[in-house]
Every structure is written in structure tokens, then in C-alpha cells.
């Protein structure tokens, strides 16, 4: 009696789902055709208090779809007697959980379930055929799933853009598997580059983009009239966040490149997307128009895989210029900028390790001044730039051969690489053509064909691809002559500048070793290491060096630094 009565004053939910999977089967899976069919089903049945619930547009492999999860929540509330819907998959084509709904919870909750082309009403006692519709409706889904990554994977392996065109692109009016620069954004990416090549970090570009009111790429493509995933509950247009920096600086499509695969899905049940490995992406280089230049983005990519964390900034907020290069000679550490709690005037570096201020694993504490560390560097670019002065010719020849080891290893590595992928190219063709034959007199079934065949053809594709890179690579025969005429080119505007700057010591240094102080009073030495971009350490020829820089740090307390590396 308690159900009888339920079932009188509960409504009957009409439940109708479609996705695009299923719209492309045929016009009587529609929403519209459902609801014909279920209104008309309910009269016959004499259930006239009816509810639609409707999902336009939902895979049926998981149940987190908003029409579905009211239904649920008016079932717990009470006001649901009967569910009904066209057939099993609409509910679902999830095996376990169409079971756990049709055999557990609608019991559970005195829920009749209908199911009209299935012929299934649960008030006429459970039904034998149900569990096999459900496997048949999720190996349905499974079939369609594959189908779409098998697609997904040949036109990512062609080169055609798989996700959308990021902030500064958009896509072309006249291809829109094509890519076109959005001159507005492209200006913003632009700036955030530069900023960041001036040392500035992640949030002090946000902030900077934020005061000059310039809005987000969320806001700005909704102020273009763009429908584009991810976060909406912003309610300032104008709050950049350093992880939306970070990203944009991270992203290699602008070179101009196309990178496939950057994600994936680990089975069509879940669809959260996953980072991939970085060896399994498809890269298509100079596909569109560069927004930056891959020199460019490289230097950024060294400038922030170097700054895992914010150093300490001056008492005026400034950083200092040598942020992210200075290193602890001795254990590698990066080390840390302070500024003196008296003399607020004095800044110095200590390494980021060390036992005595942050109990960690270094020895010695490798202080070092920060107005003696960019005297030295500059006494140093100054014996450079006369070495330049003097003797161009042989200044160009030393950078070439410190260049040439650091090349010849590209080159091995390039060609082993190279050999590698030709012979599976050569072996797969032959599987290919093998797999042809047997086909041709019945060994080898249609269908098995076709799925091999088709295997065969994308991975093709990826070693043609590959194959195409390395020799890219290989034939570059250029790339020494032009970093060796850049770093010459940066020592020379070096020679014209009355200071240094974060940029200029980007462009010319990758990084400074700093060792612990040898000695007791003005006998005291550092040894201060510098290596340069390209090149590594430079040994300038004794005729175009002058004295090892001195510092009087105190009364009666003198270093002097040393510029060259131990001997062995």
C-alpha cells in the first residue's frame, strides 16, 4: 500500500538523452522524437503527471549530466514515482552503473523504472534480457569511442590543429583548420615575452597587465563574441594570475608551431584529460605565422626553468639583475638575494643550501657582495670586448671551436636518432605490404585489415614527420656561424652601454659559479666563474687580460676574485 500510494502522488520523470554520437544514427533518437514517444507511452499507461528531464548534447558514459542529476535529486526529495525512458542507452551505456540504477537504487527508493523499446517495466518483475542490452549499449560506446580516437589520432598525425588556437591566435574565416595572428592579443604576448626577458617575474607582469587595464583572454574573447572553454567566475576582467603567464609563456605554438597530443584520455569512460609525455606530442614547425621568434621563446624557457620560486626582492622592490644566474660553485645550488638588515645599502648573495642560515647540505655560506659581483662581471665583459677590439678575427675562431663539441654531440645524437626511424619507416612499409598480401588470398579478415592497415598508416605518418624534423635539424649547418655573429654582436652593444642590465646579461651569460672565500685578511680570494651562452668559459689570452678585480670590504679586510675555474 505504501507504494500504491507513492506511485499516486509521485510524478512520472521522462527521461530523454542525446549525444552527438548518437545524433548521427538517426533522426528517432532526437529529443523531440523521445518526448513524443514517452508522452504518448505515459497517457497509454495512464501516467499523466508528468516531468520532462532532459540531457542535449551528453555522453552517455558517465552520469554527471545536469538533466540527470535533478532527477536524482527529486527521486531523494521524494517527488519521483516512475522513470521512464525511450531505451537502456538513454539512461546510459555504462554497464555498472545502468545496472546499480535499474537493480539498486530504483528499488531502493520505490522507483518504476520503464524502458519502452526494450520492453522492460520493473513493476512486471526484473528482466533477464536488460543486463545484456547494457553490455551491448556500453561495447556500443566503446566501438564509438575508438572510431573518434582513431580519427582524432590520423588528423592530429597530419598536422591539423586538434585543440583550439591559443590567446593571440584565432582561427582563419577562411580555413578554420588554419591558424591567423589576432594582431590585438599577439600584442599583449608579445609584451608579456619582453617583460619576462627583462627579468620581471610571473606576477609582477600580472600586475603590470592588470593597472594598464588590459583584459584577460577569457574576458577578451568574450568580447569578441568567442564561446571558449574553461573558467568563467572571474568577476574582474582585468586580474591576470601568474599561472595564466606562465602558461602563455610556456606555449611553444607561438613559433609558429602546431603540437598534437599534449593530453590524453585514459579510457572513454573518463574524460578528464592528462598530461602526455612530451616524447608522445606530434610538433609541426613554422605551420603559422610565428608571434615570437624561436630564439626568443628559448631564452624565456631558460629564464624561467631556472626560477622555480620568487627570489627575495630589495627594500625598494627592485631584483636584482642577476637573478636566476648566480650558482653555488660547489654543490649547484642557486643562491639566494638578501639585502643587510642595517645597512640597507648592502646586498649580497648566499647559496640557497648551506648549513649555517638555512640548515641545509652545503658547507660554506659562498657570500658574495652584489656591487663586487657586477664589477667583476663587468671587468670581465670589459677584457672580452678589448680581446673583440683587438683581434676580431681570432675572437670569432675561438667561439667556433668552444661551439664545435656541443655540436658534434647534437649531430650524433640527431643521427642515431634519424637511423633508427628510417628502419621502422622500412619495416613498417613491409609489414604494410605483407599485411596487403594476406588480405588479398583470405588469411587476414576485412575488418582485421582495415584496423591494422590503419595502425600502420598513422605511424607512417609520425616517422615521416620525425624523419623530417632530424634532418631539419642536421642541415642547419648555419646555427654556429649565427650564434657565434649574435654573441659578438651582444659583447659589441656591451662596448656602447654605460651599464648592465638584465636583459644584456641574458643575452650573453648562462651562468656564474660562485665559490666560498680561501684565505684570512687582504689575503682573502673568491673565485667567481663565469660561463657564456653557446660557448661555456672563455680563456682570454693572457695579452688582452688585466688584474683580477679587488674589493676593500671592510677596514683591514680586502678580496680579490678570481676568474678562472681550479685546475684539475
Given at each position: 500500500m505504501q507504494s ?6 509521485g510524478?512520472?520523470?521522462?527521461y530523454c538523452?542525446?549525444?552527438?554520437d ?17 508522452s504518448?507511452k505515459?497517457?497509454?499507461m ?10 542535449d548534447?551528453?555522453t552517455?558514459?558517465?552520469?554527471n549530466?545536469p538533466g540527470f542529476?535533478?532527477l536524482i535529486?527529486?527521486i531523494e526529495?521524494g ?13 546510459g551505456?555504462d554497464y555498472?552503473?545502468?545496472g546499480?540504477?535499474?537493480d ?5 527508493h520505490?522507483?518504476r523504472?520503464i524502458?519502452v523499446n526494450?520492453?522492460i517495466?520493473?513493476?512486471e ?5 536488460a543486463?545484456?542490452?547494457?553490455i ?5 560506446a566503446?566501438d564509438?569511442s575508438k572510431k573518434?580516437?582513431s580519427?582524432h589520432r590520423?588528423r592530429g598525425?597530419?598536422?591539423?590543429p586538434?585543440s ?6 584565432m582561427k582563419s574565416p577562411?580555413?578554420k583548420k588554419?591558424?591567423i595572428?589576432d594582431?590585438?592579443?599577439a600584442t599583449v604576448v608579445?609584451s608579456?615575452?619582453k617583460?619576462c626577458l627583462d627579468?620581471k ?5 600580472a600586475?603590470?597587465?592588470q593597472?594598464?587595464k588590459?583584459?584577460v ?5 568574450h568580447?569578441k563574441g ?16 601568474k ?6 609563456l ?10 598534437n ?5 585514459k579510457?572513454?569512460k573518463?574524460?578528464?584529460r592528462?598530461p602526455n609525455d ?5 610538433v609541426f614547425?613554422?605551420a603559422?605565422?610565428?608571434?615570437i621568434?624561436?630564439?626568443v621563446?628559448?631564452r624565456v ?5 631556472k626560477?622555480k620560486?620568487?627570489?627575495?626582492k630589495?627594500?625598494?622592490?627592485e631584483?636584482s ?26 646586498h649580497?648573495?648566499?647559496c640557497?643550501?648551506?648549513?649555517v642560515?638555512y640548515?641545509g647540505?652545503?658547507s660554506?655560506r ?10 667583476v ?8 670586448a678589448h680581446?673583440l ?5 681570432y675572437?670569432?675562431?675561438?667561439l667556433i671551436?668552444?661551439n664545435?663539441t ?6 650524433k645524437a640527431n643521427?642515431?636518432?634519424?637511423h633508427?626511424a628510417e628502419l621502422?619507416?622500412?619495416t613498417v612499409?613491409?609489414?604494410y ?6 588480405n588479398?588470398i583470405?588469411?587476414?579478415s576485412d575488418e582485421?585489415f582495415s584496423?591494422?592497415?590503419?595502425k600502420y598508416?598513422v605511424?607512417?605518418?609520425e616517422?615521416k614527420?620525425?624523419?623530417h624534423t632530424?634532418?631539419?635539424a642536421m642541415?642547419?649547418?648555419?646555427r654556429q656561424?649565427?650564434e657565434c655573429?649574435?654573441?659578438?654582436q651582444?659583447v659589441?652593444?656591451?662596448m656602447q652601454m654605460?651599464?648592465l642590465t638584465?636583459?644584456?646579461l ?11 672565500t680561501e684565505?684570512t ?5 673568491q673565485?667567481?666563474?663565469i ?8 680563456v682570454?689570452p693572457?695579452c688582452?687580460s688585466?688584474?683580477n678585480?679587488t674589493?676593500?670590504?671592510?677596514q683591514?679586510v680586502s678580496?680579490?676574485?678570481?676568474t ?5
Amino acid at each position: 500500500m505504501q507504494s500504491k500510494n507513492k506511485n499516486q502522488i509521485g510524478i512520472t520523470a521522462l527521461y530523454c538523452r542525446l549525444s552527438r554520437d548518437d545524433g548521427t544514427d538517426s533522426d528517432s533518437n532526437s529529443v523531440s522524437n523521445q518526448k513524443k514517444l514517452l508522452s504518448v507511452k505515459a497517457k497509454e499507461m495512464g501516467l499523466t503527471d508528468t516531468k520532462y528531464y532532459v540531457d542535449d548534447g551528453y555522453t552517455g558514459t558517465n552520469f554527471n549530466r545536469p538533466g540527470f542529476q535533478q532527477l536524482i535529486n527529486d527521486i531523494e526529495i521524494g517527488l519521483v514515482s516512475t522513470v521512464m525512458v525511450k531505451d537502456l542507452s538513454r539512461l546510459g551505456r555504462d554497464y555498472v552503473s545502468v545496472g546499480n540504477y535499474t537493480d539498486s537504487y530504483f528499488p531502493e527508493h520505490n522507483v518504476r523504472f520503464i524502458a519502452v523499446n526494450d520492453a522492460i517495466d520493473s513493476d512486471e518483475g526484473e528482466s533477464e534480457i536488460a543486463p545484456f542490452k547494457n553490455i551491448l549499449n556500453e561495447m556500443y560506446a566503446r566501438d564509438i569511442s575508438k572510431k573518434v580516437r582513431s580519427s582524432h589520432r590520423l588528423r592530429g598525425s597530419m598536422g591539423e590543429p586538434l585543440s583550439q588556437p591559443p590567446y593571440g591566435y584565432m582561427k582563419s574565416p577562411d580555413d578554420k583548420k588554419k591558424w591567423i595572428v589576432d594582431p590585438e592579443a599577439a600584442t599583449v604576448v608579445k609584451s608579456i615575452f619582453k617583460m619576462c626577458l627583462d627579468g620581471k617575474g610571473n606576477e609582477t607582469i600580472a600586475r603590470i597587465l592588470q593597472e594598464n587595464k588590459v583584459l584577460v583572454p577569457m574576458a577578451y574573447w568574450h568580447s569578441k563574441g568567442l564561446n571558449r572553454g574553461g573558467k568563467k567566475t572571474q568577476t574582474n576582467p582585468y586580474k591576470w594570475c601568474k599561472t595564466t603567464i606562465q602558461k602563455i609563456l610556456s606555449q611553444q605554438e607561438y613559433c609558429g608551431d602546431i603540437i598534437n597530443f599534449k593530453t590524453y584520455s585514459k579510457s572513454f569512460k573518463n574524460k578528464r584529460r592528462y598530461p602526455n609525455d612530451k616524447e608522445n606530442w606530434a610538433v609541426f614547425k613554422n605551420a603559422n605565422e610565428p608571434i615570437i621568434d624561436r630564439e626568443v621563446f628559448e631564452r624565456v624557457q631558460e629564464i624561467t626553468s631556472k626560477t622555480k620560486r620568487r627570489a627575495p626582492k630589495k627594500e625598494n622592490g627592485e631584483r636584482s639583475i642577476f637573478n636566476g644566474l648566480i650558482y653555488c660553485g660547489d654543490c649547484h645550488s642557486k643562491m639566494r638575494y638578501h639585502t643587510n638588515t642595517i645597512n640597507k645599502d648592502i646586498h649580497y648573495f648566499t647559496c640557497s643550501d648551506n648549513k649555517v642560515d638555512y640548515r641545509g647540505n652545503c658547507s660554506g655560506r659562498h657570500y658574495v657582495r652584489a656591487d663586487s659581483l657586477e664589477e667583476v662581471v663587468k671587468a670581465e665583459l670589459r677584457q672580452m670586448a678589448h680581446f673583440l677590439l683587438c683581434d676580431e678575427q681570432y675572437f670569432a675562431e675561438l667561439l667556433i671551436k668552444k661551439n664545435e663539441t656541443t655540436l658534434a654531440n647534437e649531430q650524433k645524437a640527431n643521427e642515431e636518432a634519424l637511423h633508427k626511424a628510417e628502419l621502422r619507416l622500412e619495416t613498417v612499409i613491409k609489414l604494410y605490404e605483407k599485411l596487403y598480401e594476406d588480405n588479398a588470398i583470405g588469411k587476414v579478415s576485412d575488418e582485421w585489415f582495415s584496423e591494422l592497415s590503419h595502425k600502420y598508416e598513422v605511424e607512417r605518418l609520425e616517422l615521416k614527420s620525425k624523419i623530417h624534423t632530424l634532418k631539419t635539424a642536421m642541415s642547419d649547418s648555419h646555427r654556429q656561424k649565427t650564434e657565434c655573429e649574435k654573441f659578438i654582436q651582444t659583447v659589441r652593444q656591451f662596448m656602447q652601454m654605460q651599464k648592465l642590465t638584465a636583459p644584456l646579461l641574458r643575452e650573453l651569460i648562462d651562468h656564474i659559479d660562485v665559490f666560498e672565500t680561501e684565505g684570512t685578511g687582504k689575503n682573502r680570494t673568491q673565485r667567481i666563474v663565469i660561463y657564456y651562452r653557446f660557448i661555456g668559459y672563455i680563456v682570454i689570452p693572457e695579452c688582452y687580460s688585466r688584474e683580477n678585480y679587488t674589493a676593500d670590504i671592510r677596514q683591514g679586510v680586502s678580496i680579490e676574485y678570481l676568474t678562472e675555474p681550479k685546475s684539475a
